[in-house]
């Protein structure tokens, strides 16, 4: 089992409609999980990051996160084809120790289209 | 915000020999500097975590000798490829998180290709 799973995709979603990305994670002592964003040949940037139970919203991106089940996902309301990326979902097992690494998700790559 | 500066940003080799990547974080100490790969459409992972002052520690697979990791300040730690050959081309990209926050900054990434 792969300690981050995710959809390779890709999702389509119209423009303007929602984009809903999922991840679940087998580790259950994860502490904090991250969304990145990635566009080809960039690096990762970073939209969100979530810790406890429940949603977490910032701007037209919330998170969800959901322990007991071992899955966090991201929603992008009023999808934009700039949103067109690779979605990687990251745990760590460390809210804030800076030699806790980080895993990553395979990806999801998100196509908003016309 | 933290940055790390991450060069060279492209480079290519010749098979046989060695490159050079490094990694300086900006405005803050980096104490620990994670060095991941990724292959094309695929995701990022982690080869291995340099630590300041101490020995790298190697994910499983990963040659310690070929992927020479140096980290001897605060602010630089330095990834070396050592006798590359063509199936080392690959996006190497640093990482690191600075005291008391909870999240990563990463650098811009190193395009390796061995020719």
């Known amino acids: 089992q792969k300690e981050v799973e995710q959809n390779s995709g890709p999702l389509s979603v119209p423009e303007g409609a929602i984009a809903s990305l999922n991840c679940t994670y087998s580790d259950r002592g994860s502490q904090s999980f991250f969304w990145y964003r990635q566009y080809s040949g960039k690096s990762p940037e970073l939209i969100m990051f979530?810790?406890?139970?429940g949603d977490k919203e910032d701007g037209r991106f919330t998170a969800q996160l959901n322990k007991a089940s071992q899955y966090v996902s991201l929603l992008i309301r009023d999808s934009q084809p700039s949103d067109s990326a690779t979605y990687l979902c990251a745990v760590t097992l460390s809210h804030t120790g800076t030699a806790s690494k980080l895993t990553f998700g395979t990806g999801t790559r998100l196509q908003v289209t016309l | 915000g933290a940055v790390v500066s991450q060069h060279p940003s492209r480079v290519i080799c010749k098979s046989g020999t060695s490159v050079k990547i490094e990694c300086r974080s900006l405005d803050f100490q980096a104490t620990t500097m994670f060095w991941y790969r990724q292959f094309p459409k695929k995701s990022l992972m982690l080869m291995a975590t340099s630590n300041e002052g101490s020995k790298a520690t190697y994910e499983q697979g990963v040659e310690k000798d070929k992927f020479l990791i140096n980290h001897a300040s605060l602010t630089l730690s330095t990834l070396t490829v050592t006798s590359a050959h063509p199936e080392d081309s690959s996006f190497y990209i640093c990482?690191?998180?600075?005291?008391?926050?909870?999240?990563?900054?990463f650098g811009s990434g190193t395009r390796l290709t061995v020719v």
């Open positions: 979530i810790y406890s139970n």
């Open positions: 990482s690191a998180r600075w005291q008391g926050s909870y999240g990563y900054t």
